[in-house]
């Protein structure tokens, strides 16, 4: 089977908290007792998007496992770029930032769906053009694993919602051309959830540096909608050898 760890937000800022809380997920992963096919972090890895910052994340994030990184609405791609991807070199600095990992008997793009000066999301013509090359360069008996930052569908967050993927519905006409696209994972909720979106599985990961009430644990209209309390979580996505996808999430302890 096929195990994919999901991170998402760990919100880097200089201070010990979310370092803390990074390095315990990345402990509890490194520890595992098993090879794990990759580790995703979808978005809002620093939380001001210094090169600073970047430069305590790329101490953070060191795997035995292959890991792959995308920007969120937090984060600077030209600094993201220089510090954490200085072998992409020939990219123009504010490109978007989109990788793949092409594993054994799977596929993950990981897509870039910030937006420079904005915290809401949108996919880019050339991120779409890229994705689609992916998808179409891919086996159709290989299943793709889509991930981004922003979710392109209200998760019922208020907050989130406001600030989610836009211009979804292009996605999910390509999605449509290739029945090989398996399930969509995105990040920026600070909250685990499950739901669908062009026919395919949308898998949120929780947060790491914080969750967010959902609106019937807020006590009242003036309490804070991020809940700093909860520890640090994450997701992982099994693919099976019959084609099934299930996931599991799981707390950790700093």
């Known amino acids: 089977m096929i195990v994919i760890a999901h991170v998402s937000d760990i919100h880097v800022d200089g201070g010990p908290r979310s370092a803390d809380r990074t390095r315990a997920v990345m402990r509890y992963l490194e520890e595992l007792p098993y090879d794990l096919a990759a580790v995703l972090v979808t978005g809002d890895i620093a939380d001001h998007g210094t090169a600073d910052e970047y430069?305590?994340?790329?101490?953070?994030?060191?795997?035995?496992?292959?890991?792959?990184v995308c920007p969120g609405n937090h984060?600077?791609?030209?600094?993201?770029?220089?510090?954490?991807l200085p072998e992409d070199t020939e990219a123009r600095p504010y490109a978007p930032v989109n990788q793949v990992l092409r594993g054994e008997g799977f596929v993950v793009a990981l897509c870039d769906s910030s937006v420079p000066g904005k915290d809401e999301g949108h996919l880019e013509d050339e991120t779409l053009e890229w994705l689609d090359g992916v998808l179409a360069g891919t086996p159709h008996e290989v299943p793709v694993l889509v991930a981004f930052h922003h979710p392109p569908?209200?998760?019922?967050?208020?907050?989130?919602?406001?600030?989610?993927?836009?211009?979804?519905?292009?996605?999910?006409?390509?999605?449509?051309?290739?029945?090989?696209?398996?399930?969509?994972?995105?990040?920026?909720?600070?909250t685990a959830a499950a739901t669908t979106f062009a026919g395919r599985p949308l898998l949120v990961a929780p947060g790491v540096v914080s969750a967010i009430r959902l609106p019937w644990e807020n006590p009242g209209p003036d309490s804070p909608h991020v809940h700093r309390d909860l520890p640090p979580a994450l997701a992982f996505h099994i693919l099976d050898e019959d084609g099934g996808l299930t996931t599991h999430y799981r707390t950790v302890t700093v």
């Open 75 to 84: 984060d600077d791609r030209a600094a993201f770029r220089k510090v954490l």
């Open 55 to 68: 430069a305590v994340v790329r101490e953070l994030l060191n795997s035995r496992h292959p890991l792959l």
């Open 153 to 190: 569908v209200p998760l019922h967050t208020p907050y989130v919602d406001e600030i989610r993927q836009f211009g979804a519905e292009r996605l999910a006409a390509l999605a449509d051309r290739h029945p090989h696209l398996r399930a969509f994972l995105a990040g920026h909720a600070h």
